[in-house]
């Protein structure tokens, strides 16, 4: 199974895919949240918010703040460009934004390796679940820990 090993291209590819979907949808993809975005994508972990400050910092050569980072995630998540790790409060790269919403996460609890995953037949038995249950879907994002076949073989 590869996890999330992203190659120079892979990146350069997703980079240009959202600054596509950006000038399509009317959206301004500001120096902020480009940076933000490619400190995110660059990383083969899930990174926090505060490892993404330090690194804007690094690569801005000035100091930057919370607020101006969580904008940047914020804007990111609401147009489907990044998720949210809620079971470790981080950050991770969508591989396909603007396909769907609802995908599920691998999630090594060794070494933190991720891996997104789509599953047509999983996201249709959770929405025939909540109609049945009088619930509207918003937001479908599952966290399924475990442990990579790398950490099992050591």
Do not use: W
């Not at 995630?73 to 809620?86: A, R, S, V």
């Not at 609890?109 to 789509?118: A, L, R, T």
């Not at 047509?120 to 994002?141: G, H, P």
């Amino acid at each position: 199974m590869k996890f999330n090993l992203k190659s120079t291209k892979e990146i350069e590819e997703s980079i240009s895919r959202v600054v596509e979907i950006c000038k399509e949808n009317n959206l301004v993809f500001t120096e902020i949240r480009q940076k933000v975005f490619e400190i995110i994508i660059e990383h083969t972990k899930p990174i926090k918010a505060y490892e993404i400050l330090d690194d804007l910092t690094k690569i801005l050569g000035k100091s930057s703040h919370p607020p101006t980072v969580y904008r940047a995630i914020d804007f990111l998540i609401e147009n489907g460009f990044i998720h949210k790790l809620n079971s470790i409060n981080s950050y991770v790269v969508c591989f396909h934004p603007k396909i769907h919403k609802e995908c599920y996460f691998l999630i090594c609890k060794k070494c933190n390796i991720y891996q997104e995953c789509c599953d047509k037949n999983l996201t249709d038995n959770i929405f025939k679940t909540a109609d049945k249950r009088d619930f509207i879907v918003s937001n479908t994002t599952l966290e399924i820990e475990g442990h990579c076949q790398g950490c099992v073989e050591k």
